[in-house]
């Protein structure tokens, strides 16, 4: 049986176009560990420019997708990877909150992030996998991914209209408090390390708990983001490689959006926009309606064009606004 599936999630793709794929993720990750081996915070420069590397490498490999088949699989590749970037921005938002909580300083922020996405290649593969089978047991499937991602949009919507202050405090997330119950926790760092030894015996650091919650919170955002992009294509090959792609530019993404998130007061509500949309893309597929790819691309980008420029124009007036509320 999983000979079958993965011969399904790889019909009409040749081993050389699979392992091309996987050399470039190794590249990646190793090039990314080796030049950051040194526990010091992420510059906004640095950031900038990894940012633009993955996504120039992600392009790349639409532009690979194309030439070896057709601009309609390039074209979904790219709408699932645009898809995975924005919906990715909400998970972010969540990291920083476990790092204050844990109190994690910026120079060892990198190595968790690290850790925790290669994590996430192997815990996306299984939902991948997973989704796209399900497909096989009926179009209602579709529907119910549908209804899924349309009360993903509407959860989204009504957190955005909360004005909570108070962060959550992710020391006594459900996940650390079953790690506790696993490991010996040490209640002091021990640099970058996950262990340590402490009267003769191992010990997890702060830092191991804090890569739980980290791991944790991906696995549920792809409760959200997997079928979100399978709304866009259920080609496994392709859902897979584009949650990845958009994966690997997280952790230069994250130190952009730490410097910026102040300026992209807007981008929650293209999120929201690109979620109803692809819910509402799901369910009309369960009635036969098919929407192209090309327009799929072209819609995921004008919500997040019109979300940054909004941000851009309109975030110095909401901080005025903000400002004078509070005075």
Not at 34 to 43: C, E, G, K, L, Y
Not at 253 to 278: D, G, N, P, Q, W
Not at 306 to 322: K, R, T
Request: net charge neutral; with cysteine; proline share 2%.
């Amino acid at each position: 049986m999983f000979d079958h599936i993965c011969n399904s999630s790889l019909k009409g793709y040749a081993l050389w176009e699979v392992m091309t794929f996987v050399t470039i993720i190794v590249s990646a990750l190793w090039i990314d560990l080796f030049i950051h081996n040194r526990d010091q915070p992420v510059s906004l420069k640095n950031a900038a420019v990894w940012s633009i590397i993955w996504v120039a490498v992600s392009v790349a490999f639409a532009g690979f997708i194309w030439k070896n088949h057709d601009v309609e699989k390039a074209s979904l590749f790219l709408s699932g990877y645009l898809l995975e970037k924005s919906l990715s921005v909400d998970n972010l938002f969540v990291f920083m909150a476990i790092f204050a909580s844990f109190g994690i300083k910026d120079q060892l922020q990198h190595r968790v992030l690290y850790f925790g996405i290669l994590g996430a290649l192997i815990l996306r593969l299984l939902f991948v996998v997973a989704g796209t089978s399900l497909l096989l047991l009926g179009k209602w499937v579709l529907l119910a991914f549908g209804m899924l991602v349309l009360w993903s949009a509407w959860q989204m919507y009504q957190s955005s209209k909360k004005d909570d202050t108070e962060i959550e405090d992710y020391t006594d997330h459900w996940s650390v408090r079953i790690a506790k119950k696993l490991f010996r926790v040490s209640p002091f760092m021990d640099g970058h390390n996950f262990f340590t030894v402490r009267d003769t015996k191992v010990h997890a650091t702060p830092l191991l708990l804090c890569l739980v919650a980290v791991e944790v919170s991906d696995v549920m955002f792809a409760f959200d983001s997997v079928p979100a992009v399978i709304a866009i294509t259920q080609d496994p090959f392709l859902v897979y490689t584009s949650n990845i792609f958009a994966i690997l530019g997280l952790r230069s993404m994250y130190f952009l959006l730490t410097a910026a998130r102040r300026y992209l007061c807007h981008l929650e509500k293209s999120v929201i926009c690109i979620l109803a949309y692809v819910g509402a893309k799901m369910i009309a597929g369960f009635f036969g309606w098919t929407i192209s790819a090309n327009i799929s691309l072209f819609i995921v980008l004008l919500c997040l064009t019109v979300g940054v420029a909004a941000s851009i124009l309109f975030s110095g007036q909401l901080s005025d606004s903000n400002n004078n509320h509070t005075t």
